[in-house]
């Protein structure tokens, strides 16, 4: 396991965890509140990159990503301070990926240019919908008139912009989406995120939904026949899945997320994030508290923002491997697996791939089309959960 994580890379996840307004189908580590003192954030953000950087000394950065949250609601000034920070900190690969989150408003899209200058080289947007209707029921504040043109102002200060949608909403046809789907692949993008709406626990829809009061949710059939129009759209455009709800040109996926799925290290800073480190040869799993301001008083009470380390066998190292890799249309490397697992990972492998599920080339172990939106039952299967 001692050097491992070079086969995924590095990464730098900051979280943000405010919002202006919670969705109801948001599971997230989010807040809204009146009032933020982003000085504050900054030392603590500071101080953490240089605690994490101290343990990782040397490692050439491949990506940093802001996530939440709506990290558009961060001073540019605040992203400045915090990369200028990183770049101190660390050497960066020659085509280090910085991305951040953003809600198409028109208030924070006028914050882009800011957000360039400091680093930022690509924006992941959460519009979520293209009609007015489906945006309210799904809790967002702005309007597909108001998503379209922040699109626009991001496609002109930004190479790279990439959007999430979520399908299977309440009372969506097929049809519907096939049609909203094309619209939006023709809206000059390089990568989309598209979600099948799910319901958590602990989130409104979850609550709505033990409730009997969410209805007009697709039944398997419908979801099915969704997943199966997204793919064809998606390849027809040229827009490649290369993981289980990411499409892209080729050469724009995503590289934050691919050291996530290629099971590399990444450091988490902020309320709840999460981090995987290699440090003198093993691997640790890292948290953080949750609330924000118990994460801030931690911060600058100790000089640490985590809850604890735990850590990881290499069992549930090439669990996690398995389970990140395999949402990869490349699947996972057989020289890594076999390295972590040894050659236990095989018990069930083989009726996976009698029934169609998995298959095996000279080189990787991966899901078939037909065992992709099966992913959690393969996995289920194959690791004996």
């Known amino acids: ?17 405010f919002c202006q307004a919670k969705c109801p189908y948001c599971d997230f580590n989010s807040h809204v509140v009146a009032q933020i003192d982003q000085a ?36 540019p000034d605040l992203i400045d301070a915090i990369l200028r920070r990183v770049r ?40 979520q919908a293209l009609n007015d209707p489906d945006l309210k029921a799904l809790g967002r504040l702005h309007t597909a008139k108001e998503a379209m043109a922040a699109f626009d102002t991001a496609r002109s200060v930004f190479d790279r912009v990439s959007f999430d949608l979520i399908y299977a909403r309440q009372d969506q046809t097929v049809a519907a989406w096939r049609e909203e789907l094309k619209q939006a692949l023709n809206m000059a993008i390089d990568h989309v995120s598209l979600y099948q709406l799910t319901i958590e626990d ?23 026949d969704m997943w199966e129009a997204t793919q064809e759209i998606c390849d027809a455009a ?22 996530y799925w290629r099971y590399g290290d990444y450091a988490g800073i902020g309320p709840g994030a999460h981090g995987r480190v290699t440090v003198n040869g093993q691997r640790y799993a890292t948290e953080a508290p ?48 076999t390295a972590l697992m040894g050659e236990t990972y095989a018990n069930n492998i083989n009726g996976l791939i009698e029934i169609g599920m998995l298959e095996m080339t000279s080189t990787h172990l991966r899901t078939t089309a037909a065992g992709r939106p099966l992913l959690n039952a393969v996995l289920e299967k194959l690791l004996d959960v």
């Open 88 to 127: 101190e900190t660390w050497p960066a690969s020659n085509d280090i990926e910085i991305t951040l989150e953003a809600n198409p408003t028109s208030v924070e899209a006028g914050r882009f240019a800011g957000y360039r200058d400091a680093g930022v080289n690509r924006v992941s947007m959460g519009i």
């Open 202 to 224: 602990g989130t409104a829809f979850g609550d709505r939904y033990a409730a009997g009061k969410l209805r007009g949710l697709p039944n398997e059939d419908r979801a099915t």
């Open 40 to 75: 504050a954030w900054a030392r603590a953000y500071l101080s953490e990159i240089d605690r994490v950087g101290a343990e990782t000394q040397g490692r050439v950065l491949r990506s940093v990503f802001f996530g939440g949250g709506t990290p558009s609601m961060m001073d």
């Open 290 to 337: 949750l609330a924000p301001a118990v994460w801030l008083s931690q911060v600058h009470k100790t000089g640490s923002g985590e809850a604890g380390r735990v850590m990881l066998s290499q069992g549930d190292a090439a669990t996690e491997f398995l389970l990140m890799g395999l949402r990869l249309t490349e699947g996972v490397a057989l020289d890594r697996l």
């Open 1 to 17: 396991m001692t050097e491992d994580w070079r086969n995924g890379g590095f990464g730098l996840y900051i979280h943000w965890p």
């Open 238 to 259: 040229g827009f490649h899945g290369y993981e289980v709800s990411n499409h892209a040109k080729p050469g724009e996926e995503s590289r934050h997320n691919q050291i």
